[in-house]
């Protein structure tokens, strides 16, 4: 894994002199998600390079400063990618925030999330300590997975200085198809497919159409094609369109200073796929063949969160006016013990992103 170069070793003074809170930065292109991150800037973009990549072995290694669309592009040189799209919010965005983040995009429930990729990791600690957990294959977990407890933590436990990284080949044949139908059909039959031998890669509906690309062998793409029809996407105009759900460019996410103004947030409801519409005020957007269901509009806290748990899920206040309050679901008293143990047992002195994802964490 990583070794100790100048860059590394400025990152272990800034953290072991640190007497006030550290706000970890890359790119900053996500600093809208979670609680408001304060304190003094650790900037992680020096940390760059990608340390190594062995195509034949599908495997990535890369520092946390490094851009995204840099990895993406030598991976897409060898015709390899990241299949669970993380949204990249802009040209600035890291890799140690993708991960950070946990956020992925619109394959996620046919490939699997960011954490399912994460083979190590190389992590600063609140004591100035580097630490390396996994490895560069898939089975090397013994005891505690601590390398994917980083995958979503949003740097409260450490600092992700290295992460490896599994990669898949990129699909040989896709196809996006979109059917004119309404929130519930699209539902009942997104649902329907799931049960069948198909290759959806992702799904999207909204204001009345349903988006759904097929990726995989050129056989099977043009099978499930024929049987499913609708209206074809040109290849150009779908990946723009997916690029634009992925990165949130879409003008459905768009919260400018008149939506802000009115009181709107952008929610992000996590459900069983087969959950029936959701009541509530403001409009949806719905991914991952039902499981993800976003609303924008003016419903409340309490709304919004009662819906989620009558469906079994929860909610996540994906963006909004600030003082940003209540983000991310409360815990239960039992994880609240268990998240409090693991950064005592990483951040003891409390500097790294403090509050980022709950009050006191």
């Known amino acids: ?38 304190g003094e800037v650790l900037d992680m973009r020096p940390l760059t390079g990608i340390s190594s990549y062995e195509p034949s072995e599908l495997v990535v290694t890369v520092r946390a400063g490094t851009r995204l669309a840099e990895l993406e592009a030598r991976l897409a040189e060898k015709g390899q990618c990241l299949p669970f799209e993380p949204p990249r919010f802009g040209p600035d965005g890291t ?20 954490r399912d990729y994460v083979l190590g990791t190389t992590v600063l600690n609140g004591q100035g300590e580097v630490l390396s957990f996994g490895g560069q294959v898939i089975k090397n977990v013994a005891g505690y997975d601590v390398s994917r407890v980083m995958a979503g933590s949003l740097g409260v436990l450490g600092v992700i200085c290295e992460v490896s990284l599994k990669v898949l080949p990129i699909a040989t044949a896709t196809a996006t198809r979109v059917f004119a139908m309404d929130e519930a059909a699209a539902l009942k039959q997104l649902n329907a497919w799931a049960g069948q031998p198909l290759p959806i890669n992702a799904s999207a509906w909204h204001h009345g159409q349903l988006h759904l690309r097929l990726a995989g062998a050129q056989a099977a793409v043009t099978a499930a094609c024929a049987k499913l029809g609708g209206t074809v996407v040109e290849p150009e105009i779908a990946t723009s369109w997916w690029d634009s759900v992925r990165d949130h460019q879409h003008a459905f996410f768009h919260l400018d200073s008149n939506h802000l103004a009115k009181g709107e947030h952008l929610w992000r409801l996590s459900v069983p796929a087969t959950t029936p519409p959701l009541d509530l005020p403001g409009v ?29 899920g929860h909610a996540t206040l994906f963006r909004g006016a600030a003082p940003r309050t209540e983000v991310f679901t409360p ?21 790294f992103n403090p509050g980022r994802m709950y009050p006191g964490l």
């Not at 007497?19 to 609680?35: A, C, M, V």
């Not at 890799?95 to 960011?114: I, Q």
């Not at 063949?289 to 309490?302: D, S, Y």
């Open 1 to 38: 894994m990583i070794t100790q170069d100048p860059v590394l070793q400025r990152l272990i003074d800034q953290v072991r002199s640190a007497h006030k809170p550290l706000d970890i930065q890359g790119g900053n292109t996500k600093h809208f998600y979670g609680e408001i991150p304060h």
């Open 284 to 312: 949806q957007c719905i991914e991952w063949g039902g499981a993800q269901r976003w609303l924008r509009g003016q419903a409340t806290v309490k709304q919004v969160r009662a819906a989620a748990v009558r469906a079994g």
């Open 95 to 114: 890799v140690g925030g993708m991960v950070a983040a946990g956020l992925s995009g619109p394959s996620r429930a046919s490939v699997g999330c960011v």
């Open 331 to 351: 815990l239960s008293a039992p994880l609240q013990r268990i998240h409090k143990g693991l950064k005592t047992a990483f951040d003891p002195r409390g500097i």
